[in-house]
């Protein structure tokens, strides 16, 4: 980290480096002021792990983003830096610098981490303490240096300790099943604010939160911690080999959902996979209660008429899927982040899922295929053939501007579900890769979510939503189990490494039999992949 000033650092640096440091902030043809700014250059963390993301905006070609402390991590990614703070457990308020460096031009972002566990806007007048007990430290800001507090009951379950710019919770654990609280009123500079003391008590059911994108750790933890969970395990990125996913486990207090998983990918800051389970038949019996349906009605949760295994929380913007397995009777729920659409798209005028007359067919084998094609005035591009010689694949290159391909899978003898002997050598699958995603799709970091519009045109050709596995949205029809497997994505051979839609086209019988977290596995093992290059 350098501390000398700038006028002092061209003195030391040689004419080439100085030379490279203003090329990196000046235009060739143009001799413009190097300029750099940050979203926020003043920081503020409570004293557990927690995380930020800054904007950098500048005209300057390269900048770095360094930080002499070593609590304190950097990621730069684009135009932002991610700040991330290890827990503060020394006990005092400790201080840091970020220097953001385009050669020419800096900001300094000072960085400020409280030794306190929650920082209080008297305003917003809430504060959670853990369900376990224990000490929990509050900030008090306020613009004044004195202020007065009155405490309306003085409950046996808390003690408060009133200092300069603080307040300390002294709490004992909650064993009961309801939550407990109480009002404050703190008064400064000729005006008062009620503050809200709640404790979580020992809840039979869990719910996780909506960690926010970018991927919120302050959020998650602090929410965890407030109910009593413990953090039970960490798995790190492996950037080197090309993972990037964060995971974190939390031991609860509920005597049946006794963790919780959170997921998330590190290189987009998104949450990736958010779970709960309990592994015993009172788990089951437990989500099917009534008592259920009132808590997550309580928490701000709305059952879906058409699939009751499905809950919308509006003001949180996430979902949870209720997902019971009979023969382990076990139940899992799935919790799903709700993106809002970024704006309106354009969809198809109708619903064209291609070359449905050669789907699953007996009589349309390989040839039938070529004749549709030739006369298409399509080329084959790739042809799959398995050791025994039969064929796999084939995909087609077409003239079609925006079907720019086709890729036909085909039934064939062996493997784990051997095909009937009529059906070998038919369609069994098509995959139509289309030029222009935003037809149907939009994207949200690394995922892409199904547009509003061409939902509307699925579900108006009665098809119905079947779920979401992270990669792959799956719809299908009751009437002939239709299933449609739709994603996002680049591939080298395919639209000149452009992203397309890939529009996968199936039949499958039981596609609405069982969980739907199995049938989406389900759906994924069916899925035949021709080895591109992605």
């Known amino acids: 980290m350098r501390k000398v000033k700038i006028f002092k650092l061209f003195m030391l640096l040689p004419l080439s480096l100085i030379l490279g440091l203003m090329a990196s902030c000046v235009k060739s043809d143009d001799i413009e002021q190097p300029q750099l700014s940050v979203s926020d250059k003043d920081l503020k963390f409570a004293n557990q792990i927690g995380e930020t993301i800054v904007t950098v905006n500048t005209n300057c070609k390269e900048w770095i983003a360094t930080t002499p402390k070593s609590w304190m991590h950097l990621t730069k990614n684009g135009n932002e830096i991610a700040v991330k703070v290890d827990a503060n457990t020394t006990g005092a308020e400790r201080n840091g610098y970020i220097l953001v460096d385009g050669g020419l ?44 507090l009155a405490q309306n009951e003085t409950p046996s379950w808390l003690q408060i300790v009133k200092k300069k710019h603080a307040l300390k919770f002294i709490s004992k654990p909650n064993y009961d099943s309801n939550e407990r609280s109480i009002k404050l009123t703190l008064s400064y500079a000729g005006k008062s604010s009620e503050v809200v003391v709640k404790q979580p008590g020992v809840s039979t059911f869990i719910l996780a939160c909506n960690p926010g994108t970018p991927f919120s750790l302050h959020k998650m933890m602090d929410f965890e911690y407030r109910r009593g969970s413990i953090l039970k395990e960490y798995g790190g990125p492996d950037v080197g080999n090309g993972l990037y996913e964060e995971s974190y486990i939390f031991k609860t207090s509920s005597p049946l959902f006794k963790e919780v998983f959170y997921v998330h990918d590190t290189q987009y800051f998104t949450p990736t996979r958010i779970f709960t389970r309990s592994l015993v038949k009172e788990g089951v019996d437990a989500v099917r209660s009534q008592a259920f349906q009132d808590f997550v009605k309580a928490n701000g949760y709305e059952r879906d008429s058409k699939d009751t295994n499905h809950y919308v929380n509006q003001n949180e913007l996430i979902t949870m899927d209720v997902d019971v397995m009979e023969r382990n009777n076990s139940v899992v729920l799935f919790f799903y982040q709700m993106h809002v659409q970024d704006r309106d798209y354009a969809t198809f005028n109708s619903l064209d899922l291609g070359p449905l007359e050669l789907l699953n067919k007996t009589d349309k084998k390989i040839t039938a295929v070529e004749d549709y094609e030739t006369a298409k005035n399509s080329e084959e591009v790739t042809r799959q053939v398995s050791r025994n010689r039969e064929i796999e694949a084939v995909v087609y290159k077409t003239t079609d501007p925006l079907v720019v391909s086709r890729t036909y899978f085909f039934y064939t003898r062996g493997g784990d579900s051997p095909a009937p002997a009529d059906k070998i050598g038919s369609v069994e699958q098509y995959s139509l890769s289309i030029s222009q995603p935003n037809l149907g799709l939009w994207q949200h970091g690394r995922e892409w979510f199904i547009t509003r519009e061409f939902d509307k045109l699925l579900t108006s050709n009665n098809f119905e939503f079947v779920g979401y596995n992270g990669k792959h949205h799956v719809y299908a029809r009751r009437s002939d189990y239709l299933t449609l497997a739709i994603s996002g994505g680049k591939f080298s051979d395919v639209n000149n490494g452009q992203p397309v839609m890939q529009l996968s ?26 080895n591109t290059g992605k």
């Open 505 to 530: 086209v199936l039949y499958k019988p039981t596609v609405f039999a069982g969980s739907k977290q199995a049938t989406m596995e389900k759906v994924e093992q069916m899925l035949k992949k021709h």
């Open 105 to 148: 031009a800096v900001e300094k972002i000072s960085v400020t981490q409280s030794a306190a566990d929650i920082s209080l806007e008297v305003a917003n007048g809430v504060v959670v303490l853990p369900q376990v007990g224990g000490t929990t430290t509050v900030d008090v800001n306020v613009e004044g240096t004195l202020y007065e």
